[in-house]
T-cell receptor, first 115, second 112 residues
C-alpha cells in the first residue's frame, strides 16, 4: 500500500526531554511537511522540505528541528525549548506537478502529551 | 494573520439534507483546496479549485469560488452519517509554491 506512516500514534514526554516523531512516505513525493494542530484550530506549518538535505522553517519552527537525509523520511524532533508541545502533529507530502505543489497527502498523526 | 475563516464553526443536520460550509480568505490565491478530517485522524484531500475557476463538482461535492469576495463554499448534497467530520479550506497564495494556509474548520454532524 502506498501512503504516509507516522509513528508512534501516541507519545508521552516528560518536561525537559527531546522526542522524535517519525514520518515515512512511499509515494515518491518530493515535498514533505510538518504541521501542528491544537484543539479547535487549523493546521500551522512547522517545517517543510522540497528536496533531500534541504528544509525551511514554517510559521512556528521555534523549539522544533527536522532532517531530510532520505527522500522517504522526514523526522521531527520536539526539543525541550518548545514551551507548549502538547498537540496533534501531522506529516504530509506532495508531488511537484507542472512546477507546482498542489494537494497534500496526510499521515494519521501523532498525539504528543507532555506530562 | 493570513489564516482564512470557515463559517459556521459547527453545523448539525439530518441525514439526506444538504450541508453548506463557507470559507473566506485574505490574500490573492493560486488555488483553494478543501480537506476532510475525521476525529483524531489525518486530513484527506477532497477537491481543488483554481483561481480562474468558478465552480467544480466531485460526486456529491460542489465547490464555488468568488475571487472578488475572497470566498469559497463547499456544498455536500444528500448528506450521510458517514459525512460527519471536520472540513477545512486551505489556500495556496499566489506567489507561493508550497505553502497552504488552513482555516479553523467547520465541524459537521450528520444525524441518522
Amino acid at each position: 500500500d502506498g501512503g504516509i506512516t507516522q509513528s508512534p500514534k501516541y507519545l508521552f514526554r516528560k518536561e525537559g526531554q527531546n522526542v522524535t516523531l517519525s514520518c515515512e512516505q512511499n509515494l515518491n513525493h518530493d515535498a514533505m511537511y510538518w504541521y501542528r494542530q491544537d484543539p479547535g484550530q487549523g493546521l500551522r506549518l512547522i517545517y517543510y522540505s522540497q528536496i533531500v538535505n534541504d528544509f525551511q522553517k514554517g510559521d512556528i519552527a521555534e523549539g522544533y528541528s527536522v532532517s531530510r537525509e532520505k527522500k522517504e523520511s522526514f523526522p521531527l524532533t520536539v526539543t525541550s525549548a518548545q514551551k507548549n508541545p502538547t498537540a496533534f502533529y501531522l506529516c504530509a507530502s506532495s508531488i511537484l506537478e507542472g512546477g507546482r505543489y498542489n494537494e497534500q497527502f496526510f499521515g494519521p498523526g501523532t498525539r504528543l502529551t507532555v506530562l | 494573520s493570513q489564516q482564512g475563516e470557515e463559517d459556521p464553526q459547527a453545523l448539525s443536520i439530518q441525514e439526506g439534507e444538504n450541508a453548506t460550509m463557507n470559507c473566506s480568505y485574505k490574500t490573492s490565491i493560486n488555488n483553494l483546496q478543501w480537506y476532510r478530517q475525521n476525529s483524531g485522524r489525518g486530513l484527506v484531500h477532497l477537491i481543488l479549485i483554481r483561481s480562474n475557476e468558478r465552480e467544480k463538482h466531485s460526486g456529491r461535492l460542489r465547490v464555488t469560488l468568488d475571487t472578488s469576495k475572497k470566498s469559497s463554499s463547499l456544498l455536500i448534497t444528500a448528506s450521510r452519517a458517514a459525512d460527519t467530520a471536520s472540513y477545512f479550506c486551505a489556500q495556496k497564495s499566489a506567489g507561493s509554491n508550497y505553502k497552504l494556509t488552513f482555516g479553523k474548520g467547520t465541524l459537521l454532524t450528520v444525524n441518522p
